[in-house]
């Protein structure tokens, strides 16, 4: 259940540390069809992202301080969208997204068509399927779908 509370805040330089973290455990926790060579090489351009200028980032606290996940946006693109294990199917997501949409209305992202967890989350959130690409962005064999939120869909 969504808490009116948690608001998305944009992260800081300072928090790059705890995303990986959340990043790291929540790819371990989702993404067991990624290959644990694969796992380590995704590790340094996760870092290097985390680290760029190029994307915005919200973070997502729960009303402890503890850090529940965060999003990386690029324009109306939805790069990134990770939530710690303990703090899944807490309502955290859907905030994120809902936080995306009131900054951008139009909202598109990719998603790893093996993690049908997240095929199905975004789909509630009213998302629908545009395209598909047999290749991740980086030529490797995870199929990723490519998502566009409906308009005025999100619940």
Not at 28 to 34: G, I
Not at 90 to 101: K, M, N, P, T
């Amino acid at each position: 259940m969504d808490s009116p509370k948690l608001i998305p805040m944009r992260a800081t330089a300072s928090d790059r540390e705890v995303l990986f973290d959340v990043w790291v455990r929540s790819v371990r926790s989702t993404h067991t069809f990624v290959s644990e060579d694969d796992m380590h090489a995704f590790i340094p351009l996760v870092q290097k992202y985390l680290a760029s200028d190029g994307s915005d980032f919200w973070i997502l606290r729960s009303d402890e301080g503890a850090v529940m996940g965060f999003m990386g946006m690029s324009g109306n693109k939805m790069e990134s969208l990770f939530l710690a294990p303990e703090f899944h199917r807490r309502g955290g997501g859907r905030i994120l997204v809902r936080h995306a949409y009131s900054m951008h209305g139009e909202l598109t992202v990719d998603v790893n068509e093996q993690n049908a967890t997240a095929v199905r989350f975004y789909e509630a959130c009213g998302f629908v399927v545009e395209g598909r690409s047999e290749l991740d962005d980086m030529g490797r064999p995870y199929p990723l779908l490519h998502m566009r939120l409906k308009d005025s869909a999100l619940p």
